[in-house]
Each structure stands twice: as C-alpha cells, then as structure tokens.
C-alpha cells in the first residue's frame, strides 16, 4: 500500500488517503481522474474489471433485523465488524502489533438455508462495503499459475476498494491438502500455498462459507480469526423467522394463519421458510386472495416432497 506521501503528490494535499492503493493502482486512479472528476468513482471504475470476471457484487441491503440467529452467533458477527471498524485505531493509532495482518478471516460453517450468506451481507451492509461473491468457477483455472494471477487480481481490488469478499463453497478452494499423486496435486497446493499467504497481507474481511467444515485444511483453519457456526433454528427462532418473512413488503396474510403451529411442527431451515412463503404468496395471488394457513401447508407439503422428507399426510391437514 502506498504511504501517506505518495498519495498527497497524486491526489494533493487536501485529499484524505481514502483508499488502499497499490504503487500501481495509484498511477492508475491518478491519471483517469481528470476525466472522471471523482476519486471514489475512478477507484470504483479501477475495481470493476478485474472483479467483475471473478466476482458478483451484492449491494448489501439487509440489515440486523433480518437476521434471526443466537446470542452468540450475533455477537461474534458483531465482533467481526468491531474488529473491521476500529482496525485504526487499534492499529495505527495504538500502535498495536497484529502478527497474522490485519484483515479478518471469517469462516461461516452450517447446514444449507441457515443465514450464512444473508450474515455475511449483513455484516457488510452495517460498515458500509460491497459484498463480493467470488465465482470459484471462474478463480480456478487449471492452466498453471493462473489461479494464483487471478486471486491476486481479487484480493488487491477488493483491498483497495474495501470490500466483504465472500467465498462460498470454501471447501473446495481450501480443502486438505491432498497427498501429492500427480501434477495437478502439486498445483493445488501451490495454489493453497498461495493463498494462505495472501490471506496474511489482505486487510479487509474475507468469509468463508462451507456445509463441510471438518474439510477445511488445518493451516486455514489456524488463520481464522471467527468460526461462527449456524445451527438449524429451534423453536422460537423458526417463529421469528416465519413472522419476519410474511411480514415482507405489502403481503396480505389471513388472520387464520397459525404461527405457533407453523413454527412448532415443522423443523425445517430459515432459507426452506422463505421458500414457502414465497410459494404460498404465489398461490394466494393465483386466487386473488391473501395467503391463507392452506396455501402455506401446500407450499410446505411441496418443499418437503424436494427434500424428500418422509411426508405424514395428517402434519399438512388444514385445521380450524
Ligand atoms: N437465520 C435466518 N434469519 C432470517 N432469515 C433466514 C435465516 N436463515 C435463512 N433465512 C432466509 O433464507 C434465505 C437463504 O438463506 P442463506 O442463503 O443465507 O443460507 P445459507 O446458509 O447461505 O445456505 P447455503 O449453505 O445453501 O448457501 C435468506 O435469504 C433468508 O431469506
Ligand atoms: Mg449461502
């Protein structure tokens, strides 16, 4: 990253270094912004290439009040952006040592439609930065050394613009280490090699996401700051799931529509309740009416056949 004085020669002597640049990009965003006029919109402008091939961005939009998890769970997320947030002063102006970097890795370990992608979004949304989803298919290349070119491109653009960068699937980036059979084995690990380096020298937030962590390789896992594990939702957190979900927008719901109920005999995940409601909001549409505790138990009875759930016809009978 450029110094202080490197970035007051480009940008002049008024300009807060508001970026994390590199030499590189420094003469990059120095000789667009004339044209341009903005230096956030350059640095935005610089960003978007490279990360547009390789990653998706998400402009985070929810917030804690979406996210239903446990004390505990949220207070590590929370953790995760105070560590974010206060790095200056801890850092710079306390003059602390960090001896793994200062960035955080994060890792989200869980079943499927537990929240991990909606927490990472949330974090992101509450300090204010752009969620990168990172495309693995496109990261991973199996001509020699181009993974590691293109992880470099990732990590510096989202360091210069301050991003969330989200690896979903970590397990298949940062898998064990397999025992080295063949040559494509051994570029494997260089490219985990690679990475583990980077992630050292990376500044920003980084999550990773993963329904397998016990694949996880055990030199990641030791460079990982947070591990929030997120659980299928007991009870009265699957309530306020359901609750939080037909309240969405401008729905109409019948007064018949039975939560306790809803919430008590179905022990399905948060991402399967959006589902259903979403499915029962069609129904209800379909019909011209509000949804009603009838479309939400076909919507149910649905999900359950795709999961293949064993069905018990008497759960999904309209009562009342
Ligand atoms: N804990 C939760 N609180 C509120 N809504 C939730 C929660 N978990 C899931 N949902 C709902 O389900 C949707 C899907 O969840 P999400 O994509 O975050 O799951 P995930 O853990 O990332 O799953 P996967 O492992 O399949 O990627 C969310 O966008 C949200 O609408
Ligand atoms: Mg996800």
């Known amino acids: ?37 903005d230096l956030d919109l350059a640095v935005r402008r610089l960003l978007a290439g490279p990360l547009a091939r390789l990653a998706r961005r998400v402009r985070p939009r929810k917030t804690w009040d979406d996210l239903v998890l446990g004390e505990p769970q949220l207070d590590q997320l929370r953790t995760i952006a ?12 306390w003059g602390v040592t960090s001896a793994s970097g200062r960035g955080i890795v994060a890792l989200f370990t869980g079943p499927s439609g537990t929240g991990k992608s909606l927490a990472a979004e949330v974090v992101a949304h509450t300090l204010g930065l752009d969620l990168y989803k990172v495309d693995l298919s496109a990261v991973v290349s199996k001509y020699i050394g181009e993974t590691e070119q293109n992880l470099e491109k990732l990590f510096s653009a989202a360091s210069a613009g301050s991003a969330v960068l989200f690896f979903d699937e970590a397990d298949s980036l940062f898998g ?4 080295v059979k063949d040559a494509r084995d051994r570029y494997a690990n260089l490219e985990v090699s690679y990475l583990l380096q ?7 937030i980084v999550v990773l996401a993963t329904n397998l962590p016990k694949n ?5 896992l030791r460079r990982i700051h947070e591990v929030v594990s ?35 005999q179905f022990e399905i995940s948060g ?21 009603t505790m009838a479309h939400l138990l076909q919507a149910l009875s649905g999900e359950y056949k795709k999961l293949g759930r064993l069905l018990n016809p008497e759960d999904f009978v309209v009562t009342g």
């Open 216 to 220: 996880l390789d055990d030199a990641f």
């Open 198 to 204: 980077r992630l050292e020298s990376y500044d920003g």
């Open 82 to 93: 105070a560590r974010f947030r206060h790095a200056g002063t801890v850092y710079d102006d």
């Open 271 to 291: 991402g399967i309740i959006r589902n259903v409601v979403v499915g029962a909001a069609f129904r209800a549409a379909d019909e011209g009416r509000p949804i």
């Open 176 to 179: 064990k280490r397999s025992d």
């Open 1 to 37: 990253m450029v110094s202080e004085e490197e970035w007051r020669e480009v940008f002049g002597d008024d300009t807060a270094r508001t970026h994390r640049l590199s030499a590189h990009q420094l003469e990059q965003v120095g000789s667009a912004l004339p044209a341009v006029g």
């Open 230 to 264: 997120f659980t299928l939702p007991a009870v009265d957190e699957r309530r306020a799931i359901w609750a939080h979900h037909l309240a969405d927008g401008d729905l109409p719901v019948d007064r018949g529509v039975d939560l306790a109920r809803l919430s008590k």
